[in-house]
């Protein structure tokens, strides 16, 4: 079974940080590109931050300068980690990941949610 299992969401005061993982499990080989989206409520899911599996990354221009994506190849983790965070930062953010699977195929899959509350 493969599975993105992600982490680190909570409760942050506004200028606070948080640092997400997305950790790919069963059989994976490999990573091929990620993207971090998030939906708030009553909203529609966006596209946050992506990265390739060459390492090219690309922000959504309201995070662009707050958050770094990044990867661990070893660990076939993705972090987001998030920087100068705002209330209108609140949301469920979701990993999806394309993994390269042991035997060669490639399947997206998503993780299951993790909640990021930011207090004024």
């Known amino acids: 079974q493969v599975q993105l299992v992600e982490s680190g969401g909570g409760l942050v005061q506004a200028g606070g940080s948080l640092r997400l993982s997305c950790a790919a499990s069963?059989?994976?080989?490999?990573?091929?590109?990620m993207d971090w989206y998030r939906q708030a409520p009553g909203k529609q899911r966006e596209l946050v931050a992506s990265?390739?599996?060459?390492?090219?990354?690309n922000y959504a221009d309201s995070v662009k300068g707050r958050f770094t994506i990044s990867r661990d190849n070893a660990k076939n983790t993705v972090y987001l980690q998030m920087d100068s965070l705002k209330p209108e930062d609140t949301a469920v953010y979701y990993c999806?990941?394309?993994?390269?699977?042991?035997?060669?195929?490639?399947?997206?899959?998503w993780g299951q949610g993790t909640q990021v509350t930011v207090s004024s």
């Open positions: 999806n990941g394309n993994l390269r699977l042991v035997g060669g195929s490639n399947r997206w899959s």
């Open positions: 069963g059989s994976i080989f490999s990573i091929n590109a």
């Open positions: 990265i390739t599996a060459g390492g090219i990354t």
